[in-house]
Structure formats: structure tokens, C-alpha cells
């Protein structure tokens, strides 16, 4: 019975694992960016964002292939490719930028159409939460 509840709890696992990363597949916009700085808090809302014109978009392919567009760091669009993969609450980005393999480890949560990340230095001072939501795919009838 011990061995039928653990194959169980398995099995729930794992299903539970490819219904997120199958939830992952698709287009991300982001939403609100949140930077704590020791102690100090800075919030870009949905609204900030809009106003600033600011990019930052996710896009997760099944195949495990990953790009990212954005604007946030220079004002130029930049775009980065490389791979995605989860593990539990994790979500691995290995990307090439400038000719470079950068890993970046979120700890990520999805629900419906959200995505959260977050992310902390070694040190513990500085804290990234970041949120996008997915945009809709228009299928043509």
C-alpha cells in the first residue's frame, strides 16, 4: 500500500510539472517590476510600464528554446535566445548575451495567465519580483 501511495504522489508530481511548463509555452508581456534594494522598494506598476514604453517580453517555445525581447536595460530593444527548462519551482534561463552563455535561476510560480519570478543576489540585498502576463494567442475560424 506504502509503495502504491508514493507511485502515486509520483505520478501527481509529474503531471503537475508538465502542466506548468506546458502552461509556460507561449508569449509573456511584463506586467509590474519590483526592485528591493536593501531596504529600499522600488515598484514599476502596469501603468509605469505603459507610460515608459517599456519592453520586456518572454517568449517560451515547446521545445524547450527560449528568446527574450526588451528595452529595460539600455532603452535600446535587445533581444537574447538560448533555453528554458523548470524543475519543481525553479525555472533555468541559459541565454547568449554578447557572445556569452548567462544562467539565470528564478524561482517562478503560474497561475491562469500570470507568471511571477523572482530572483535574489548571493548577498540577499538585492530582490527581483518580477510579474508578466500572457498574451492571448487570436486563432483565425
Not at 519592453?55 to 528568446?67: A, H, V
Not at 510560480?109 to 507568471?115: G, R
Request: proline letters at 1%; aromatic letters at 10%; glycine letters at 4%.
Amino acid at each position: 500500500m506504502k509503495t502504491f501511495i508514493t507511485l502515486l504522489v509520483c505520478l501527481i508530481s509529474i503531471s503537475i510539472t508538465k502542466a506548468q511548463e506546458t502552461g509556460l509555452i507561449g508569449t509573456w508581456n511584463i506586467f509590474e517590476f519590483e526592485v528591493i534594494n536593501n531596504d529600499d522598494i522600488n515598484t514599476r506598476t502596469h501603468e509605469n510600464l505603459f507610460s515608459e514604453n517599456s519592453i520586456w517580453d518572454l517568449f517560451f517555445m515547446d521545445n524547450k528554446s527560449f528568446k527574450q525581447s526588451s528595452n529595460m536595460r539600455s532603452g535600446e530593444l535587445e533581444s537574447h535566445k538560448g533555453l528554458w527548462e523548470t524543475s519543481k519551482e525553479n525555472l533555468k534561463l541559459s541565454l547568449m548575451v554578447q557572445e556569452q552563455k548567462i544562467v539565470l535561476n528564478y524561482n517562478y510560480k503560474l497561475k491562469d495567465n500570470i507568471l511571477v519570478l523572482r530572483r535574489v543576489n548571493p548577498k540577499g540585498t538585492l530582490k527581483l519580483k518580477i510579474t508578466f502576463i500572457k498574451k492571448e494567442e487570436h486563432k483565425s475560424k
